[in-house]
Protein backbone atom coordinates (compact mmCIF):
# COMPACT_ATOMS: atom_id res chain seq x y z
CA UNK A 1 0.00 0.00 0.00
CA UNK A 2 1.57 3.26 -0.80
CA UNK A 3 1.92 5.77 1.69
CA UNK A 4 -0.22 8.99 1.62
CA UNK A 5 1.74 11.71 0.79
CA UNK A 6 2.09 15.31 3.07
CA UNK A 7 -0.43 17.62 2.79
CA UNK A 8 0.07 21.26 4.49
CA UNK A 9 -3.76 20.56 5.88
CA UNK A 10 -2.11 17.89 7.84
CA UNK A 11 -1.01 20.59 10.17
CA UNK A 12 -4.02 21.89 11.60
CA UNK A 13 -4.87 20.30 15.00
CA UNK A 14 -8.03 18.50 15.79
CA UNK A 15 -7.40 18.81 19.31
CA UNK A 16 -5.26 19.02 21.91
CA UNK A 17 -4.12 16.53 25.06
CA UNK A 18 -2.64 17.82 28.57
CA UNK A 19 0.32 16.92 29.42
CA UNK A 20 0.74 14.24 32.14
CA UNK A 21 4.17 15.85 33.34
CA UNK A 22 3.96 19.08 35.47
CA UNK A 23 6.24 21.26 33.46
CA UNK A 24 5.49 19.59 29.79
CA UNK A 25 3.41 21.04 27.13
CA UNK A 26 0.05 20.23 26.00
CA UNK A 27 0.52 17.77 22.94
CA UNK A 28 -1.66 18.79 19.71
CA UNK A 29 -2.78 16.34 17.46
CA UNK A 30 -2.66 17.17 13.90
CA UNK A 31 -4.98 15.89 11.18
CA UNK A 32 -3.30 12.54 10.72
CA UNK A 33 -3.36 10.57 7.19
CA UNK A 34 -3.77 7.20 8.65
CA UNK A 35 -4.63 6.33 12.72
CA UNK A 36 -2.14 7.06 15.39
CA UNK A 37 -2.59 3.14 15.93
CA UNK A 38 -1.47 2.33 12.40
CA UNK A 39 1.49 4.90 12.21
CA UNK A 40 2.85 3.11 15.73
CA UNK A 41 2.94 -0.60 13.95
CA UNK A 42 4.43 1.10 10.35
CA UNK A 43 7.25 2.02 12.44
CA UNK A 44 8.17 -0.74 14.45
CA UNK A 45 7.89 -3.00 11.03
CA UNK A 46 10.43 -0.10 9.95
CA UNK A 47 7.67 1.48 7.36
CA UNK A 48 7.35 4.96 9.01
CA UNK A 49 4.77 7.55 7.85
CA UNK A 50 6.17 9.79 10.28
CA UNK A 51 8.58 10.52 13.62
CA UNK A 52 6.52 9.24 16.01
CA UNK A 53 6.05 11.21 19.47
CA UNK A 54 3.86 10.92 22.31
CA UNK A 55 0.90 11.75 20.21
CA UNK A 56 0.45 8.58 18.97
CA UNK A 57 -0.10 6.46 21.91
CA UNK A 58 -1.95 6.00 25.32
CA UNK A 59 -1.02 4.72 28.43
CA UNK A 60 -3.03 2.23 30.09
CA UNK A 61 -2.00 0.45 33.33
CA UNK A 62 -4.99 -1.02 35.62
CA UNK A 63 -5.47 -0.38 39.12
CA UNK A 64 -6.18 -4.26 39.54
CA UNK A 65 -2.44 -5.37 39.00
CA UNK A 66 -0.98 -4.01 42.60
CA UNK A 67 2.17 -3.16 41.12
CA UNK A 68 0.74 -0.38 39.43
CA UNK A 69 -0.81 1.42 42.77
CA UNK A 70 2.41 0.39 44.68
CA UNK A 71 4.58 2.27 41.61
CA UNK A 72 2.11 5.05 41.48
CA UNK A 73 1.81 4.40 37.85
CA UNK A 74 -2.04 4.34 37.49
CA UNK A 75 -3.20 5.38 33.87
CA UNK A 76 -6.96 4.59 33.55
CA UNK A 77 -10.77 5.78 33.13
CA UNK A 78 -11.33 6.46 36.70
CA UNK A 79 -7.56 8.30 38.15
CA UNK A 80 -5.93 7.61 41.62
CA UNK A 81 -5.52 10.26 44.26
CA UNK A 82 -1.58 10.76 44.74
CA UNK A 83 -2.37 9.55 48.83
CA UNK A 84 -3.42 6.21 47.13
CA UNK A 85 0.03 5.88 45.84
CA UNK A 86 2.61 3.57 47.56
CA UNK A 87 1.74 -0.23 49.33
CA UNK A 88 2.21 -3.68 48.58
CA UNK A 89 2.54 -4.99 44.95
CA UNK A 90 1.94 -8.41 43.87
CA UNK A 91 4.38 -10.45 45.77
CA UNK A 92 3.42 -8.12 49.18
CA UNK A 93 6.30 -5.90 48.98
CA UNK A 94 5.87 -2.78 50.81
CA UNK A 95 6.64 0.80 48.25
CA UNK A 96 6.58 4.16 49.60
CA UNK A 97 5.67 6.68 47.22
CA UNK A 98 8.21 10.02 47.42
CA UNK A 99 6.31 12.76 46.22
CA UNK A 100 9.51 14.90 45.46
CA UNK A 101 10.58 12.02 42.76
CA UNK A 102 7.03 11.59 41.68
CA UNK A 103 7.64 7.62 42.06
CA UNK A 104 7.99 4.87 44.45
CA UNK A 105 10.44 3.26 46.37
CA UNK A 106 11.11 -0.18 47.93
CA UNK A 107 10.84 0.46 51.92
CA UNK A 108 14.19 0.07 53.06
CA UNK A 109 15.67 -2.24 56.09
CA UNK A 110 14.21 -5.13 55.73
CA UNK A 111 14.42 -7.08 52.58
CA UNK A 112 12.47 -10.26 51.70
CA UNK A 113 15.70 -12.15 51.06
CA UNK A 114 19.24 -12.29 51.71
CA UNK A 115 20.51 -14.97 49.81
CA UNK A 116 19.02 -15.89 46.27
CA UNK A 117 18.45 -19.39 47.74
CA UNK A 118 15.74 -18.61 49.84
CA UNK A 119 13.29 -17.62 47.04
CA UNK A 120 11.98 -21.20 46.68
CA UNK A 121 10.34 -20.67 50.62
CA UNK A 122 9.65 -17.27 50.88
CA UNK A 123 8.62 -15.58 47.34
CA UNK A 124 4.66 -16.25 47.71
CA UNK A 125 3.37 -15.86 44.29
CA UNK A 126 0.45 -13.86 43.31
CA UNK A 127 -2.97 -15.42 42.29
CA UNK A 128 -3.61 -13.37 39.32
CA UNK A 129 -6.82 -15.19 38.69
CA UNK A 130 -8.39 -13.32 41.54
CA UNK A 131 -7.84 -9.62 39.95
CA UNK A 132 -10.93 -8.63 38.75
CA UNK A 133 -9.93 -8.43 35.08
CA UNK A 134 -13.38 -9.27 33.60
CA UNK A 135 -14.44 -5.83 36.03
CA UNK A 136 -11.73 -3.67 35.10
CA UNK A 137 -12.18 -4.41 31.50
CA UNK A 138 -15.60 -3.47 31.20
CA UNK A 139 -14.41 -0.47 33.31
CA UNK A 140 -12.09 0.31 31.04
CA UNK A 141 -14.31 -0.24 27.56
CA UNK A 142 -14.70 3.20 26.98
CA UNK A 143 -11.27 4.38 27.90
CA UNK A 144 -9.66 2.06 25.47
CA UNK A 145 -12.43 2.94 22.64
CA UNK A 146 -9.28 4.08 20.80
CA UNK A 147 -7.38 5.05 17.13
CA UNK A 148 -4.00 5.37 19.58
CA UNK A 149 -1.56 2.57 20.23
CA UNK A 150 -2.10 1.32 23.81
CA UNK A 151 0.61 0.66 26.32
CA UNK A 152 0.80 -1.15 28.81
CA UNK A 153 3.25 -1.87 31.44
CA UNK A 154 4.77 -4.86 34.13
CA UNK A 155 6.73 -3.19 36.42
CA UNK A 156 9.99 -4.46 37.89
CA UNK A 157 10.73 -6.82 35.50
CA UNK A 158 13.54 -9.08 36.28
CA UNK A 159 16.82 -7.36 37.99
CA UNK A 160 14.22 -4.64 38.94
CA UNK A 161 12.34 -7.69 40.76
CA UNK A 162 15.51 -9.19 42.30
CA UNK A 163 16.12 -5.66 43.79
CA UNK A 164 12.80 -5.64 45.30
CA UNK A 165 13.24 -9.31 47.22
CA UNK A 166 16.88 -8.50 47.91
CA UNK A 167 17.58 -4.64 47.96
CA UNK A 168 20.52 -3.26 45.69
CA UNK A 169 23.72 -4.99 47.29
CA UNK A 170 22.15 -8.17 47.80
CA UNK A 171 20.87 -8.81 43.88
CA UNK A 172 23.95 -7.04 41.89
CA UNK A 173 26.08 -10.24 44.37
CA UNK A 174 23.40 -12.80 43.56
CA UNK A 175 24.24 -11.94 40.01
CA UNK A 176 27.59 -13.05 40.12
CA UNK A 177 27.74 -15.40 43.05
CA UNK A 178 28.04 -18.92 41.79
CA UNK A 179 25.83 -20.37 44.72
CA UNK A 180 23.19 -17.79 44.00
CA UNK A 181 23.08 -18.31 40.30
CA UNK A 182 21.34 -20.67 39.72
CA UNK A 183 18.51 -19.88 42.04
CA UNK A 184 18.25 -16.19 40.68
CA UNK A 185 17.38 -18.17 37.23
CA UNK A 186 14.96 -20.41 38.29
CA UNK A 187 13.74 -17.19 39.72
CA UNK A 188 13.69 -15.04 36.53
CA UNK A 189 12.36 -18.46 34.29
CA UNK A 190 9.45 -18.29 37.12
CA UNK A 191 8.93 -14.89 36.67
CA UNK A 192 8.71 -14.93 32.70
CA UNK A 193 5.80 -17.91 32.85
CA UNK A 194 4.16 -15.28 35.26
CA UNK A 195 4.11 -12.51 32.80
CA UNK A 196 3.05 -14.64 30.42
CA UNK A 197 0.18 -15.27 32.08
CA UNK A 198 -0.33 -11.53 32.62
CA UNK A 199 0.32 -10.81 29.06
CA UNK A 200 -2.38 -13.59 27.91
CA UNK A 201 -4.90 -12.01 30.32
CA UNK A 202 -4.49 -8.77 28.57
CA UNK A 203 -4.92 -9.83 25.50
CA UNK A 204 -8.17 -11.95 26.88
CA UNK A 205 -9.45 -8.78 28.16
CA UNK A 206 -8.56 -5.79 26.66
CA UNK A 207 -7.18 -4.18 23.08
CA UNK A 208 -3.70 -3.29 23.56
CA UNK A 209 -0.87 -2.79 21.35
CA UNK A 210 2.69 -2.41 23.31
CA UNK A 211 3.84 -4.34 26.51
CA UNK A 212 6.39 -2.14 27.88
CA UNK A 213 8.44 -4.19 30.30
CA UNK A 214 10.22 -1.91 33.25
CA UNK A 215 13.78 -3.58 34.59
CA UNK A 216 16.85 -0.64 34.85
CA UNK A 217 20.05 -2.17 34.07
CA UNK A 218 22.48 0.86 34.91
CA UNK A 219 23.24 4.18 36.41
CA UNK A 220 24.56 7.32 35.30
CA UNK A 221 27.71 6.22 33.99
CA UNK A 222 27.46 2.58 33.86
CA UNK A 223 25.60 -0.84 33.74
CA UNK A 224 25.27 -2.66 36.64
CA UNK A 225 26.37 -6.10 35.68
CA UNK A 226 28.66 -6.81 32.97
CA UNK A 227 27.40 -7.71 29.08
CA UNK A 228 27.53 -11.50 29.85
CA UNK A 229 26.39 -11.38 32.76
CA UNK A 230 23.52 -9.95 31.26
CA UNK A 231 23.49 -12.41 28.27
CA UNK A 232 23.65 -15.54 30.86
CA UNK A 233 21.64 -14.04 33.60
CA UNK A 234 18.64 -12.25 31.88
CA UNK A 235 18.24 -12.52 27.85
CA UNK A 236 17.73 -15.73 27.88
CA UNK A 237 14.34 -15.19 30.44
CA UNK A 238 13.34 -12.18 28.89
CA UNK A 239 13.46 -13.71 25.30
CA UNK A 240 10.92 -16.00 26.54
CA UNK A 241 8.58 -13.35 27.33
CA UNK A 242 9.36 -11.45 24.06
CA UNK A 243 8.70 -14.52 21.77
CA UNK A 244 5.46 -14.88 23.63
CA UNK A 245 5.07 -11.24 23.31
CA UNK A 246 5.66 -11.41 19.70
CA UNK A 247 2.94 -14.26 19.51
CA UNK A 248 -0.02 -12.56 20.59
CA UNK A 249 0.75 -10.08 17.92
CA UNK A 250 2.28 -7.31 19.88
CA UNK A 251 5.24 -4.65 20.36
CA UNK A 252 7.90 -5.85 23.20
CA UNK A 253 9.11 -2.65 24.65
CA UNK A 254 12.33 -2.13 27.24
CA UNK A 255 11.89 0.64 29.73
CA UNK A 256 15.44 0.45 30.83
CA UNK A 257 17.52 3.30 32.54
CA UNK A 258 20.92 4.24 33.17
CA UNK A 259 24.37 4.22 30.79
CA UNK A 260 23.41 1.02 28.65
CA UNK A 261 26.04 1.87 25.17
CA UNK A 262 27.47 -1.96 26.48
CA UNK A 263 24.38 -3.90 26.73
CA UNK A 264 22.35 -2.80 23.15
CA UNK A 265 23.64 -5.98 21.84
CA UNK A 266 22.11 -8.42 24.73
CA UNK A 267 18.72 -5.99 24.40
CA UNK A 268 18.38 -6.65 20.90
CA UNK A 269 19.42 -10.32 21.87
CA UNK A 270 16.33 -10.60 24.15
CA UNK A 271 13.84 -9.78 21.50
CA UNK A 272 13.20 -6.18 22.23
CA UNK A 273 11.83 -4.38 19.47
CA UNK A 274 12.35 -1.18 21.07
CA UNK A 275 14.32 0.50 23.55
CA UNK A 276 14.54 4.69 24.87
CA UNK A 277 17.80 5.27 26.05
CA UNK A 278 18.76 8.04 28.23
CA UNK A 279 20.22 11.26 27.27
CA UNK A 280 23.63 9.85 29.20
CA UNK A 281 24.02 7.54 26.12
CA UNK A 282 25.14 8.74 22.92
CA UNK A 283 22.44 8.79 20.69
CA UNK A 284 23.90 9.11 17.76
CA UNK A 285 26.07 6.35 17.98
CA UNK A 286 23.79 3.71 18.99
CA UNK A 287 21.36 4.77 16.48
CA UNK A 288 24.02 4.60 13.68
CA UNK A 289 25.10 1.37 14.98
CA UNK A 290 22.60 -0.74 15.72
CA UNK A 291 19.09 1.21 14.08
CA UNK A 292 18.60 -1.41 11.94
CA UNK A 293 17.84 -3.64 14.94
CA UNK A 294 15.87 -1.89 17.12
CA UNK A 295 13.59 0.83 17.77
CA UNK A 296 15.18 3.45 19.20
CA UNK A 297 12.81 5.99 21.34
CA UNK A 298 15.47 8.76 20.81
CA UNK A 299 16.11 12.50 23.17
CA UNK A 300 16.93 15.17 20.79
CA UNK A 301 19.11 17.71 21.94
CA UNK A 302 17.18 20.36 24.41
CA UNK A 303 15.31 22.73 22.72
CA UNK A 304 15.07 26.08 24.48
CA UNK A 305 11.18 26.87 24.79
CA UNK A 306 12.42 30.43 24.14
CA UNK A 307 13.93 29.84 21.05
CA UNK A 308 13.25 31.79 18.22
CA UNK A 309 10.41 29.92 15.51
CA UNK A 310 13.45 29.85 12.65
CA UNK A 311 15.26 28.30 15.56
CA UNK A 312 13.48 25.92 16.38
CA UNK A 313 12.21 24.56 12.91
CA UNK A 314 15.90 24.39 11.69
CA UNK A 315 16.73 21.96 15.00
CA UNK A 316 13.47 19.77 14.09
CA UNK A 317 15.01 19.67 10.29
CA UNK A 318 18.13 18.65 11.84
CA UNK A 319 16.81 16.07 14.27
CA UNK A 320 14.92 14.69 10.92
CA UNK A 321 18.11 14.19 8.94
CA UNK A 322 20.02 12.57 11.56
CA UNK A 323 17.57 10.35 13.06
CA UNK A 324 15.13 9.25 9.90
CA UNK A 325 17.43 7.41 7.86
CA UNK A 326 16.08 4.57 5.38
CA UNK A 327 15.97 1.15 7.04
CA UNK A 328 16.71 2.72 10.15
CA UNK A 329 13.07 3.70 12.19
CA UNK A 330 12.52 6.16 15.55
CA UNK A 331 10.79 7.37 17.58
CA UNK A 332 10.99 9.88 20.02
CA UNK A 333 10.95 9.66 23.38
CA UNK A 334 7.17 10.02 25.08
CA UNK A 335 8.56 12.14 28.20
CA UNK A 336 10.82 14.29 25.64
CA UNK A 337 8.14 14.60 23.73
CA UNK A 338 5.98 16.59 26.19
CA UNK A 339 8.44 18.80 27.12
CA UNK A 340 9.28 20.00 23.44
CA UNK A 341 8.11 23.75 22.18
CA UNK A 342 5.52 23.83 19.88
CA UNK A 343 6.92 24.61 16.52
CA UNK A 344 9.96 22.48 16.88
CA UNK A 345 7.15 19.73 17.38
CA UNK A 346 5.07 21.12 14.31
CA UNK A 347 8.28 21.20 11.79
CA UNK A 348 9.34 17.79 13.48
CA UNK A 349 6.34 16.06 12.01
CA UNK A 350 6.23 17.90 9.00
CA UNK A 351 9.74 17.40 8.07
CA UNK A 352 9.40 13.46 8.81
CA UNK A 353 6.53 13.68 6.40
CA UNK A 354 8.05 14.77 3.85
CA UNK A 355 11.16 12.75 4.73
CA UNK A 356 9.23 9.19 4.96
CA UNK A 357 6.27 10.20 2.05
CA UNK A 358 6.75 13.36 0.04
CA UNK A 359 4.07 15.77 -1.06
Known amino acids: MTKPIFNEKELIPTKEIPSIMPNGNSTPIYDFPVTPKEAYKKTMANDPCWLITNAESIFFMPRIIPDNIARAFVFEKNRLAREEFGGKDMFGIDWEYIEVAGGSMVKPGSPLLTDANEWYEKVVWPDIDAWDWEGS ?128 PQIIAAGWDSWTPQPMNDMKKLYNQYGDQIVFGIVPDNIDPKASEEDQRQAAKECVETFCKPGKATTISGFASRMMPLKYREELYKQSRLHYCGK
Open 137 to 264: SKANKEYLNTDSAVVTWIFSGFYERLISFMDFEGAILAMIDEEQTDAVKDLFDKLADLYIKIVDKFVEYYDIDIITVHDDWGSQRAPFFSPSTAMEMVVPYMKKLTDHIHSKGLIADLHSCGCLELQV
